[in-house]
């Protein structure tokens, strides 16, 4: 405790998924498992964009950056998780709470903002062929990479800053395995109401918002390639559809957590562990299934290094 600081609580306690021993082992197992896939996995898929120069457009080159914020976001809560699991006492400091929290929206909020320049970058390759290369030329890209890394920043230091400006003089102890805003908050000594409104303002509306637009978007392509011919349309559908399927992975569990009342509830901490340790799983795993052309490139690559 520190008496000479408004921040007396210097450590939270972190309570396990499921108090079964049986159900933590069989957590721990899938656990393991998802992570030794979801970082070869991602880096496969960097590295098979970045040999190939046939992977070079645009929508490869956002693919590439997905994969490494899901290697990256992969970093945060399952490394930890695993270590717990062997822990007796599972205790965060004050300060590694509050950088876990920072990475966590920083980077998830880096996902869907990179989500909604993916649909951007189709809806310019499908919709308006014949100018994708003036519109969607690397200088585009990169200013539209630099513009979702600083829109992330910006909505993960207003997350960590509200915090902040919180008291915690006890109970210290977040109903969830890893340290997320709504269990934090609800540790405060104060009144939080107006932070949980901005909370979920900042966290909930926002997601919401890119969700409804994500799918609107995707809707208004769909329409347009009616008109194409088969193998172009079919093409548009299947890199459609993988999108689509993506932002029901991502934006289902965050607008659950995010957009309601920072209310206990049991189902939670299983939502978080789809959200945080087997979503970055689904995303390679999606994207290698169904573009042909990363598959086909991927292939190639290991039958190279002989890995089959």
Known sequence: MESGNSTVVTEFILLPLTQSQDAQLLVFVLDSISYLIILPGNFLIILTIKSDPGLAAPLYFFLGNLAFLDASYSFIVAPRMLVDFFSEKKVISYSCCITQLFFLHFLGAGEMFLLVVMVFDRYIAICWPLHYATVMSPRVCYALLLALWLGSFAHSIVQVALILNLTFCGPNQLDNFFCDVPQVI?????????????????????????????????????????GHSSEGKSKAISTCTTHIIIVFLMFGPAIFIYTRPFRAFPAVKVVSLVHTVIFPLLNPVIYTLHNQEVKASMIKLLSQHRVF
């Open 186 to 226: 609800k540790l405060a000594c104060t009144d939080t109401f107006v932070v949980e409104l901005l909370m979920v303002s900042n966290s909930g509306l926002l997601t919401l918002l890119c969700f409804l637009g994500l799918l609107a978007s995707y809707a208004v392509i769909l329409c347009r390639v009616k």
